[in-house]
């Protein structure tokens, strides 16, 4: 029997994609401009390893058990405390749950809402993961222009109209309005108040996903959208900027109608407590003082980037290159000439070392933004980002230009 | 905008089960039959917590990174060791990935198989959060006749003959086979040979779900069916009950072409590195060593419930009473005479302090198995378990026998 030939190819279920997912890890690249990672020198380790020996004294018989399905209840306790202060967002333990990352909650959210065919609007450029899980459900994903405020109210509504008007249902508006990935800017609270008005109008729900809010490097915060109408919103946040991706602990803020039906669909059966128990005691300890301290590598890591854009960019390409100043987050959003393909350049770069995401990837209908690039600057130490934007600029000229 | 209602209630996909998933933590009681937790006492905390110090100091830069799609790749390397090891299983770590506990491997599998209507086999009695699966992706579940060395291969032929009789597509065979849960027994050599040549004789794959083979106490293992075959046989296993359920961290091996198609339908982006950092320090110190010390405390705990069986049982209800007397595992399953309803009487038994799992809740139909009970020796200490069997016994005397 062991030398028996076995195929899996006629018993997939018609339900999921008929592609491989891709079981590559990531690439590594000298300069790595692609992943927003977080800067890999200031993790926590040694804090995160003690607040785990004491979490795990203090609560000995915690990983005996199963954990709770919204994950682990103090965490959840600290969450509404944290979101409740910074975020405006008013909701209980109970309202909250953990996920292995945000994308499991976001993945979940879309399955409980989503048949095939369905609409989902996002901004016009937005996180590949989200769209990656909208196609998976087959959503019909609709792009909604955005300016440096984020969702264009009128576009949003003509948007809105157009699909109604094709007879086709409008599952949910999908937005990342703090440092949007990969634009950068913050949603206004008038915007905030205009894109609620028209979603309730509508009876659409709101995911907000705001992972990125707590790298605010100057200015003041805007109020969640989920504080304006907390049945109406989905709140989703992260550990994995301000501490580390590689925890895979996230979590959701929403209304117990919603809670209930996720929690049927769940894959897991709740967060790992071991992570949670960590997280939680090293949480009390100090997030706030360490976010402070990140910010402000990142912020310097922006500044080399914006200052190395300028050099080396600006004084190369014109006028016609401009690219986005955010006041947080890990993204900077590079628009070259109109004709120019960073898709095509792209490879060129990865082999000279420098790894980017070209903007096409983030195009919802993947058709625009073929001429721009997001860059990331997490990853790489200050003077690495300004070589690696020296370098990225030349092989732009060589073959970018080339190819306009 | 802020006192607006708004209901999800219309915009649930169709996809998605009706019902609202239970959003309770399991109950808590003195006397805790009801749940398959390990030994409390003996959980490796201070090793873990060791392990994770020196993971994170050797690995420094992990916990930056997204983790690989399968998973932390020494851990896997270490996975492929150990299976190659005790299940005769050779396989290496691209075929091994890792899971948000067994469950979620479970889970995935089963949604990449199972469409609305597919048929797929279990025993007789089997684990309630597979059937949960199961039935949330409308598989039409069918239980096949065990006797104590696992299913019957007529009994299995003539189950499968009627349903492609039926013009139903069988898609999967699902099992336990060491230490069956609830049953106890293992399924034989020779049987594992005759249920995997009916499985290929008619295509059809099977999902070895080996959670429990590490708690052996007495006897030599079985070969794991997958190393029969590989290809068709997927084989799933977890740290759940050799480390502790609270870390969530389970694993699957299989063919290429599954996992191809389950990273597709991933809802997490990889399991949390810190456990699994962890997790592999502290296997690499010594896991074995770990698990010959917890099989010697669950072995006393299985002969103290046995005893107090013996004791408080045999003597009470007759020979009508049986019940197994497992080689390893968990549970030991209770038989009581015909008309008698263990679900009517756990009620009761709850409110004394109580917990077990009523046979019908173990039924794949969930039609049978009204007069059994499922009892897990893990989590008290010996002399509780004899004090709770003794109450049990009361309970069952009372309530039970006035029942039938």
Redesign the interface.
């Known amino acids: 029997?062991?030398g028996?030939?076995?195929?899996?190819?006629?018993?997939?279920?018609?339900?999921?994609?008929s592609?491989?997912?891709?079981?590559?890890?990531?690439p590594r690249s000298r300069y790595d401009f692609g992943?927003a990672?977080?800067?890999?020198d200031s993790?926590p380790?040694?804090e995160?390893?003690?607040a785990?020996?004491v979490g795990?004294?203090e609560k000995?018989?915690?990983?005996?058990?199963?954990?709770?399905?919204?994950g682990y209840l103090p965490l959840r306790e600290y969450l509404s405390e944290k979101l409740t202060r910074d975020r405006k967002l008013s909701v209980s333990a109970?309202d909250i749950m953990l996920?292995?990352?945000s994308?499991?909650l976001n993945?979940?959210i879309i399955?409980?809402?989503?048949?095939p065919g369905?609409v989902v609007l996002t901004e016009d450029f937005t996180y590949p993961?989200t769209l990656g899980f909208l196609r998976?459900?087959r959503a019909d994903i609709r792009g909604v222009r955005c300016d440096s405020e984020g969702m264009l109210p009128d576009a949003l509504e003509a948007v809105l109209r157009r699909a109604l008007s094709e007879g086709r249902r409008v599952?949910l508006i999908y937005t990342i309005p703090t440092f949007q990935n990969p634009q950068g800017w913050v949603m206004s609270l008038e915007r905030r108040?205009s894109v609620?008005?028209l979603a309730?109008c509508h009876?659409i729900?709101i995911l907000e996903d705001d992972c990125y809010v707590d790298l605010r490097f100057e200015g003041e915060p805007v109020d969640s959208i989920a504080s304006?109408?907390p049945?109406?919103v989905v709140y989703v946040g992260s550990f994995s900027k301000v501490?580390?991706?590689?925890?895979?602990?996230g979590y959701l803020a929403g209304?117990s109608?919603?809670?209930?039906?996720?929690?049927?669909?769940?894959?897991?059966?709740?967060?790992?407590?071991?992570?949670a128990l960590?997280v939680h005691r090293f949480a009390l300890n100090g997030l706030d003082q360490h976010v402070a301290h990140i910010n402000q590598i990142l912020c310097n890591k922006r500044d080399a980037m914006l200052g190395a854009l300028d050099k080396y960019f600006g004084s190369c390409f014109g006028s016609e290159v401009f690219w986005s100043r955010p006041a947080g987050g890990l993204f900077i959003w590079l628009s070259m000439p109109a004709g120019f393909d960073t898709a095509r350049v792209a490879e060129r770069a990865a082999k000279e070392g420098i790894l980017f995401m070209p903007g096409v990837r983030l195009s919802p209908e993947g058709e625009s933004g073929h001429n721009r690039a997001r860059l990331c600057f997490g990853?790489n130490r200050p003077q690495e980002i300004i070589d690696g934007i020296a370098c990225l600029s030349e092989v732009f000229q060589k073959d970018g230009v080339a190819a306009l």
């Not at 000995?60 to 919204?70: T, V, W």
Request: cysteine-free; hydrophobic content about 35%; proline content about 7%.
């Open positions: 029997m062991t028996r030939t076995f195929s899996f190819e006629d018993l997939f279920s018609s339900s999921i994609p592609e491989s997912g891709s079981r590559q890890a990531h992943v990672y977080p800067d890999p993790l380790l040694a995160l390893a003690e785990l020996r795990l004294e000995e018989g915690e990983l005996a058990l199963y954990p709770h399905p919204q109970e996920g292995e990352g994308s499991q993945h979940m399955e409980a809402l989503v048949d369905d993961g998976r459900f599952k108040k609620l008005e309730l009876g729900p304006l109408n049945e109406a501490i580390g991706p590689g925890m895979r602990l209304s109608q919603l809670l209930d039906r996720i929690t049927a669909i769940r894959s897991g059966s709740g967060v790992s407590q071991f992570g960590a990853y």
